[in-house]
């Protein structure tokens, strides 16, 4: 089990964290619950309502969306990557479901406690939508190069 300490060196490398200071990981890592997942276990699926979001401490979760004929690998997320963080946003249903690809060690943090971060500390949700803002603009990019091939 990581200690408050390595919750927050280990949040620091978390993209989805970038920009955020000592003492804001201090804050986030007070929420966050460590979770394990075994081979081709399923962090979550598509469809369902997202109640939290995860960063991957070790080992590889793919992402993965069914058409009405097949299930489709989209990305292999590894150590650092967050998943599902649009979740901790939105009351949507999940646009793709997580499953481990071997064994796998993540942070979890659930929608509302991070809600309740954010009214205490609002700073926070500028960080974290900056972030997530970047996260967007490089999807659109990757989308319009595909576009073009």
Do not use: W
């Not at 603009?137 to 073009?148: C, S």
Request: charged share 35%; net charge negative.
């Amino acid at each position: 089990m990581l200690s408050i300490m390595e919750k927050i060196l280990f949040l620091k490398t978390a993209s989805v964290f970038d920009g955020m200071n000592s003492e804001q990981l201090k804050l986030i890592s007070g929420i966050t619950t460590e979770e394990d997942l075994n081979p081709r276990e399923d962090l979550f699926r598509q469809g369902e309502l997202g109640d939290k979001m995860y960063i991957i401490i070790s080992g590889e979760i793919e992402i993965l969306a069914q058409s009405s004929k097949r299930e489709h690998r989209i990305a292999v997320l590894g150590k650092s990557q967050p998943v599902g963080e649009f979740a901790v946003l939105d009351d949507e249903a999940r646009s793709a479901g997580a499953r481990a690809v071997q064994n796998v060690k993540v942070l979890s943090v659930e929608k509302e406690e991070l809600k309740e971060l954010i009214r205490e500390f609002p700073e926070l949700a500028f960080e974290f939508f900056k972030v997530l803002i970047r996260k967007n603009r490089e999807t659109n990019r990757q989308l319009l190069e595909l576009k073009k091939q």
